[in-house]
């Protein structure tokens, strides 16, 4: 790396923009010589050698960049570019105060940030929530049960089949929360033959692998569909038929929509409650034609906390009504229990 690289007005020979040509998206020479040695260095790969040491010296001149209107209006085209991780705004509006030497994430830096992938494709994480402080007149079945161990494991779907040894961490789960993000059904990865798959046909094959894996048999399932915001936004420009398995998908859709609503998911529903309905009810056949029991379903926007809460408090409502199960039916137990509702949102 050239320590010290200076990006002055005049910049490097070759690099200047002639008037000619110039469109809204052409950036000054000076910013242009920035970003085109910041391209060359993730291009080298050698990201390490640079960062994160020369990031800080660097802070301004990212800030001017994420500022400047050739730059803004090419992120008004955000849509057209498949690399652009959709939290790069986040951070990049919080270049300068991140880049401080004293700088600590919050709990949102740390739940917009991209996970780390760990080179085999797999990451553990194992949690519990504190005991909650004893407090009268609140209505304990909103509060975590401290008891409860939860077991968050990230696999890429792509690499299901290559390792499976960590199914056996599995001995002793009684529901396995199974998480896909609903705005992939438009989106591609690269499989292990290196052939491009759309991302949402992913999850359901390793869903299918999963569920059928005898580690599971007779276990509860509870299915979280996130990135709802996302989805409900993408779904407005990019038809869902995009993705083979939803080539049936013709909604009814009344004049007067209601604005999104998650609470408001029966009444007039979006177009996207209308699409999260159809996923819900695909997944739900799929399962029951698989296992012979039935699929729970939670809606989720991961961004938002509380929407995760509600989903970890209907997974310990089916813990619950698993163990009453001898003792009640479950269709007397809980209006949950018919199939129509059981979906959290
Ligand atoms: N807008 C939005 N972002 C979300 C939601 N849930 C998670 N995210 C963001 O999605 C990113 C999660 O990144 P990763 O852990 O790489 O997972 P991923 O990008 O969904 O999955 P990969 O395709 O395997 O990379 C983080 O930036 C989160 O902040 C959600 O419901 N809405
Ligand atoms: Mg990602």
């Known amino acids: 790396m050239r320590k010290n690289q200076s990006f002055n007005d005049s910049g490097p020979s070759g ?23 910041l391209l060359k260095i993730m291009v080298s790969g050698n990201l ?16 001017e960049l994420w500022n400047n ?65 004893p407090a009268f007149d609140i209505d304990t079945t909103d509060q975590h049960d401290s008891q409860i161990r939860y077991q968050l494991i990230r696999v890429q779907a792509r690499r299901f089949g290559e390792n499976c040894k960590w199914l056996e961490m599995f001995e002793d789960v009684r529901l ?17 033959d290196g052939a491009f798959v759309n991302k949402m046909l992913l999850s359901k094959k390793f869903f299918e692998n999963i569920v059928t894996h005898p580690t599971f048999d007779q276990m509860d399932f509870l299915l979280i569909l996130n990135k709802f915001d996302l989805f409900e936004e993408k779904i407005e420009r990019v038809p869902l038929t995009q993705c083979d398995w939803f080539n049936d998908f013709c909604p009814v859709i009344s004049r007067q929509r ?7 998911i029966n009444s007039n529903p979006s177009l996207g409650q209308l699409a999260f309905h159809y996923i819900a009810v695909k997944f739900k056949r799929l399962y029951s ?10 809606l989720v926007k991961g961004l938002e906390p509380v929407t995760v809460d509600e989903a970890l408090k209907y997974s310990r409502e089916i813990l619950k009504w698993d163990e009453e199960r001898p003792t009640f039916g479950l269709s007397e137990y809980s209006t949950y229990s018919t199939d129509a509702s059981s979906f959290s949102h």
């Not at 705005?183 to 499989?191: E, G, I, L, M």
């Open 69 to 133: 209107a050739a730059i803004q209006a090419t992120y008004d085209r955000r849509s057209e570019l498949e690399l652009l991780p959709i939290v790069a705004s986040y951070f990049l509006e919080r270049v300068v105060d991140i880049l401080r030497p004293d700088y600590e994430p919050s709990d949102v830096d740390i739940l917009y940030a991209e996970g780390v992938t760990s080179s085999n494709g797999l990451s553990f994480l194992d949690f519990s929530f504190p005991k909650p402080e």
């Open 15 to 37: 690099n200047t923009d002639g008037n000619d040509g110039k469109t809204i998206y052409s950036v000054c020479p000076r910013l242009k010589a920035f970003s085109d040695w």
């Open 289 to 298: 034609s698989l296992t012979d029991r039935k699929l729970y379903v939670a």
């Open 258 to 264: 209601s604005n999104s609503n998650i609470n408001n």
């Open 176 to 192: 396995v929360i199974f998480c896909v993000a609903l705005s992939d059904y438009d989106q591609f990865a690269v499989n292990g």
């Open 48 to 63: 390490e050698a640079v960062f994160p040491a020369a990031t800080r010296e660097y802070a301004p001149l990212i800030e």
